[in-house]
């Protein structure tokens, strides 16, 4: 037997189609259609168990159902799962008053379009501060994953020198619309 085609759902998931030895080494009209028939039912399994809930099309859009999300997949229709983490990294002088970085988080993502431009999104939930939106601040890799430090100075809700608890949601969404969030949870400084 050969390997035939490879199919890559952008959640890294990965299957492998086993064509028999005697199948035409090019790939028949019958192979290839027999390949796709079986990496879109692959894809289309993703959806159940409620997996439909945080996989989106390529334009970033959900899907009401696990016949929908299936039905799209077995049509040929890309399945996209983005994730994205944050994480606080280090701290660093925090002088009130002063533009010196409190500490650093590290923004992780996977399941994005590859090379693609990313756009990041902050909401600060506490304290209440007016959110902040970066366009094209970075592009995905080949593989779709991401990585962005970023610094927080502390100068939050008009206040200089805040001290206290910190929460930002930060949404990142690609240039064709796929998006995740993802929440960092700390205190200043």
Not at 162 to 167: A, K, S
Not at 180 to 189: F, R
Request: charged content about 15%; aromatic content about 10%.
């Amino acid at each position: 037997m050969r390997l035939g085609r490879c199919f890559a759902v952008a959640t890294g998931f990965m299957a492998m189609t086993m064509v028999p030895a005697h199948a035409d080494p090019g790939g028949s009209e019958a192979d290839i259609r027999r390949d796709r028939a079986h990496s879109n039912s692959v894809s289309a399994q993703t959806c159940n168990k409620n997996g439909y809930k945080r996989l989106q099309r390529g334009d970033g859009g959900g899907f009401a159902s696990t016949g929908a999300c299936a039905s799209y997949a077995a049509r040929g229709g890309v399945l996209f799962a983005p994730t994205v983490g944050v994480t606080r990294g280090t701290s660093g002088p925090c002088l009130p008053g002063n533009r010196y970085t409190c500490f650093s988080y590290i923004v992780n993502g996977s399941g994005f379009h590859p090379n693609s431009f990313l756009s990041f999104a902050f909401l600060y939930t506490t304290p209440q501060t007016q959110s902040s939106y970066f366009p094209n601040l970075i592009t995905s890799a080949p593989s779709g994953e991401f990585t962005k430090r970023f610094g927080e100075n502390c100068w939050l809700a008009g206040d200089r020198s805040y001290n206290g608890p910190v929460v930002v949601a930060i949404t990142v969404t690609d240039a064709e619309g796929v998006h995740a969030s993802g929440q960092l949870t700390t205190t200043c400084p």
